[in-house]
């Protein structure tokens, strides 16, 4: 039987992944761009991958240091292999689950770009978060937030419904948790957070062509789906029926992207 709690799919394929991901290196660099840093600040990257931001935000740390964390052990490993030789011991990185930091009081502030959407219990996501925070400690963040792929995931469900894939998918849980900015600014006040302020943004993203669609979309949105099939075959067949779809679009290879901007502060 297929494995049914999204919880487990902590593996990513790290070489595709740092390959595939532009689009979100772009949103990241935008939200890296509105911090106001001293440079000498220990800094969390929450949800790091493979490092890619990462590195951005060491260069705007001089004199800081970054803990990069993430749940896949591959993921990391590809962050060592890009950060380890220009930013030696400034940069750190550990395998843990966001919503169980290992970290109390630790940082200075805490940065996070197309992470927080993959952790199932957000309240316990913000609880976490907040207690790594020192007092006055800021969050940054961006995600996925409520419209994000609408169009793919209504795709994605009636594809799931098919003969060919319903004893596979049908009743799978949609991996995401995607708020409103309502939603969002409740939970961060909930859990104590201050000075908050969140808001969403379009982001649409337009892949080059068929080829480079379905590696993107079977690396990053559609990984978890794909272990459900079992065999090759089928899981070819899921990604290129969505990527067939999308060819029909205009702009043709289109994901309707929306960006959640997350921010607040831990009480003094």
Known sequence: ?????????????????????RPQVSWGKKVLAGLRLRGDEVVMDAGCGTGRLTAELLEALPEGRVVG??????????????????????????????EHLPFEQAFDGIFSTAAFHWVPDQKQLFL??????????????????????ARLRRRMDRLATT???????AGFPNPWVYHSAQEAADLLRE?????????????????????????????????????????????TEFVDELTRQASTDDPPFALDYWRLNLSGTRPA
């Open 69 to 98: 964390v993430d749940i896949s052990e591959n993921m990391l490993a590809t962050a060592r292999e890009h950060l380890g030789p220009q930013f030696g011991n400034r940069a750190q990185l550990v395998a843990a689950d966001l």
């Open 163 to 169: 003969q060919k894939f319903a004893a596979f998918l």
């Open 1 to 21: 039987m297929p494995d049914r709690d999204p919880r487990r799919g902590r593996e990513w394929n790290a070489a595709a992944y740092h390959h595939v991901s």
């Open 191 to 235: 859990v104590g957070f201050r000075e908050t302020q969140t808001d969403l943004e379009p982001a649409l993203t337009v892949l080059e062509n068929a080829r480079s669609f379905s590696e993107f979309v079977r690396t990053v949105i559609v990984r978890l789906h794909l272990e459900q099939l079992p065999d090759a075959a089928l899981r």
């Open 128 to 149: 976490s978060l907040l207690r790594a925070l020192r007092p006055g400690g800021w969050l940054r963040a961006q995600c996925g937030g409520a419209p994000n792929l």
